[in-house]
């Protein structure tokens, strides 16, 4: 049988005879024994050298002229599988190769061998196992020879492609090399579907995902519903025909993937598109200046003005702004999920560091006060009502880039190869959103503070010292009050209130201290005078404590009438110590301020309308049984000002912080706080009272101070 290639019969012995072999192996040392399986061995090697010779006519065209080629072979077959597994794969791996020299063959050649050639590869493999679909029916299916075959086309592409690129001698240009790619992994998803390959979820699903940043709704989806959502997405566009790809073997369907083949866990996803990762350096700088460009164009389009019936109260930069960065974040992650989608990561860092710089920069610059001394903003600014509204909507807009930059990372981090998800980071991004919230807010009391300056002097020319009679509050009160109604009622419209309590916080400490120092710069008080001044005080007080009414945010009233009535508490208790009588000043300058120094004691004095000569007794005396407050002490015992940096420059500086995703507006203040510009609030009020009292005086220790 083994002469004459009577396969079929010969394979139904062999097995029989391989069986009983197997029952006789302890007696080997059996001389028939031995005798009879070298026999054995003899007739193995006759047949697997006919096979070996039959199945070399395969692909030649013998099976088209010879009909009863094909049925032999299949016989052959069973014969292969009664031999040793070691036959199998060699007769396997051998069709391979010899299916293979061709398409080597052509497509090493000068005029296929190009990038932009790459999809006619796929296209002949395709048309290759169409075309000998019929012929290869003689192959067992567990043999899985459809399945070998693909995978040694796909190491021959990949070494043959890898070869083309490395040996470009210019950058290829972006249109052909992200054709070939695309191709490259629309082939590779085909066969993952054909031959059962370990995808979890289709990509073209997770654009959806993606669709998903910065739309301002509640992503807290459990992960049961977002698969069952995937899967009934994925199982339509199954039952529609809608794969998005031309289909590798026309007559596929659900129920014929080869699931079983042996290491099913091979994963084709990358086996030949992974070589282009260290050549996609264009495509990634091309998107960079694509990002670039349309951020240069939205922001000169951007009218800084909310539409009507708006309820996010956004900039359309920022949306058109993440809206780009989405449709990137698409096309990349089609083509890759490696190295080259972390660098485009690293570019959405870059344009969005690049945006708040902008924000940044259309903010009013300059200032002069208080405020100023903390923050280093120089000059005045003056800021107009549309100015206030605009610097309302970069908050805003700062604030929602500062939470969708969060979203952003969190699904690139979904997406990208897991070796880089630790290092997908949006923490100084988000830093730097924070800063511009904090410069915005502080550039808004500064602007208010500068409204303030004609009142604040119109305060100082008031004759007090020749008043004789108390009358209703002072024309710089209401004038302070028609600035607030002005100001006050759009910016608690248009912020929030977290970031209102931030702002009214602020104001509250810088309008207190400023108008305890302002007191000093006016000159004699009279009795009448004082109590005059003492109303108006009271006055700004009720309208401090007014302005969360007037701005319709009355959650922020508490803890924000507690902070007004402590501020504004200092200026009460001056004017009461400059009421008391001359023999009691001292104890009540003693009592109301502990922490006092004889200078401002002496100018406590100067405003009583006391001379020289009659100063120098009650100071004495002063001295004497005061705290013990020397020249040397005052400047220790003064609460030290906390360091604070220049103004920043164009580029807004990356501060170095703790790692993490900011999940509110409370966090964005708390880590603009320690960023050290202009949040913290604690400590920073007596600085600035100390500052702004300390203003006018041509000497002492806190002038030198600011004169060093």
Not at 334 to 344: C, D, E, G, P, W
Request: hydrophobic share 40%; proline share 4%; glycine share 6%.
């Amino acid at each position: 049988m083994a002469s004459k290639r009577q396969y079929k019969e010969a394979a139904a012995q062999l097995e029989a005879v391989s069986q009983l072999c197997n029952h006789f192996e302890a007696y080997r040392d059996v001389p028939k024994i031995t005798e009879l399986r070298a026999k054995l061995n003899n007739i193995k090697q006759i047949l697997k050298s006919h096979v070996f010779s039959d199945f070399s006519s395969l692909g030649t065209g013998k099976e088209t002229e010879e009909t009863n080629l094909l049925q032999h072979l299949s016989d052959c077959c069973l014969v292969v599988d009664a031999l040793e597994s070691s036959v199998r794969e060699e007769v396997v791996n051998n069709f391979c190769s010899r299916e293979l020299t061709s398409y080597e063959q052509i497509f090493e050649g000068a005029e296929l061998a190009r990038l932009d050639k790459t999809e006619r590869r796929y296209a002949w493999i395709k048309r290759r196992i169409r075309t000998n679909e019929e012929i290869w029916k003689i192959f067992p299916a567990s043999w899985h020879v459809p399945y070998r075959l693909c995978i040694q086309f796909c190491k021959k592409t990949r070494k043959q492609v890898e070869s083309i690129l490395v040996n470009m001698k210019e950058k290829p240009e972006v249109a052909a090399l992200l054709q070939a790619l695309q191709s490259t992994v629309e082939f590779e998803k085909e066969l993952e579907n054909k031959f059962g390959g370990d995808v979890p979820i289709p990509t073209r699903d997770i654009g959806d995902d993606i669709e998903e940043i910065g739309t301002w709704e509640n992503s807290s989806q459990n992960v049961s519903k977002i698969r069952k959502q995937y899967e009934k997405k994925f199982a339509a566009g199954q039952e529609s025909g809608e794969s998005g790809l031309l289909p590798l073997f026309q007559q596929e369907t659900t129920g014929n993937k080869d699931l079983s083949v042996p290491g099913a866990g091979f994963n084709f996803r990358g086996i030949i598109s992974s070589c282009f990762e260290p050549h996609l350096t264009p495509y990634i700088e091309l998107e960079e200046k694509t990002l670039m460009e349309h951020l240069e164009k939205v922001v000169q389009e951007e009218t800084w003005g909310i539409e009507y019936g708006s309820q996010n109260n956004v900039l359309h930069s920022s949306t058109q702004l993440f809206t780009d960065i989405k449709k990137s974040l698409k096309r990349c992650s089609v083509l890759s999920k490696n190295q080259t989608l972390f660098n485009l990561f690293k570019v959405f860092q870059r344009v969005l560091k690049a945006y708040a710089t902008k924000l940044f920069l259309k903010l009013p610059k300059g200032g002069t006060g208080i405020v100023a001394a903390a923050t280093g903003m120089d000059g005045q600014i003056k800021v107009s009502d549309r100015d206030e509204r605009v610097i309302c909507h970069i908050v805003n807009s700062s604030e929602y880039c500062h939470k969708t930059c969060g979203e952003l990372a969190e699904k690139v981090s979904e997406i990208v190869d897991p070796h880089y998800v630790d290092v997908v980071d949006m923490s100084e991004v988000q830093d730097e959103f924070s800063a511009v919230i904090t410069r915005s807010l502080v550039t808004l009391v500064l602007g208010i503070e500068t409204k303030f300056d004609a009142e604040m002097a119109a305060m100082t020319r008031v004759p007090w010292g020749t008043l004789d009679s108390v009358g209703d509050q002072s024309g710089y009160v209401n004038g302070i009050n028609t600035i607030l109604s002005g100001s006050i009622p759009v910016l608690g419209n248009h912020l929030t209130p977290v970031y209102f309590q931030f702002f009214l916080d602020k104001l509250a400490s810088s309008l207190g201290p400023r108008f305890y120092a302002n007191i000093f710069r006016c000159k004699q008080l009279s009795e009448a005078g004082a109590q005059q001044m003492l109303l108006d005080t009271q006055a700004m007080k009720t309208i401090l404590l007014e302005i969360p009414s007037l701005a319709r945010q009355t959650s922020t009233a508490a803890s924000y009438s507690k902070f007004v009535s402590r501020e504004m508490s200092r200026a009460e208790a001056l004017l009461k110590v400059i009421l008391s009588p001359i023999d009691s000043v001292a104890d009540t300058y003693r009592a109301l301020f502990p922490e006092g120094t004889p200078m401002e004691f002496q100018r406590i004095l100067e405003l009583k309308g006391l001379k020289k000569a009659d100063q120098q007794s009650i100071l004495d005396d002063f001295n004497k049984h005061g705290p013990g407050f020397t020249q040397a002490s005052v400047s220790a015992a003064m609460p030290q000002p906390v360091p604070t940096p220049p103004a920043l420059p164009l580029a807004i500086t990356n501060p170095a912080t703790a790692a993490g995703f900011i999940a509110n507006s409370e966090d964005v203040l708390t880590r603009a706080a320690a960023l050290g510009r202009g949040a913290a609030t604690t400590g920073f009020k007596k600085f600035i009272a100390l500052t702004e009292a300390a203003k006018d005086r041509k000497d002492g220790p806190l002038r030198r101070l600011f004169n060093a």
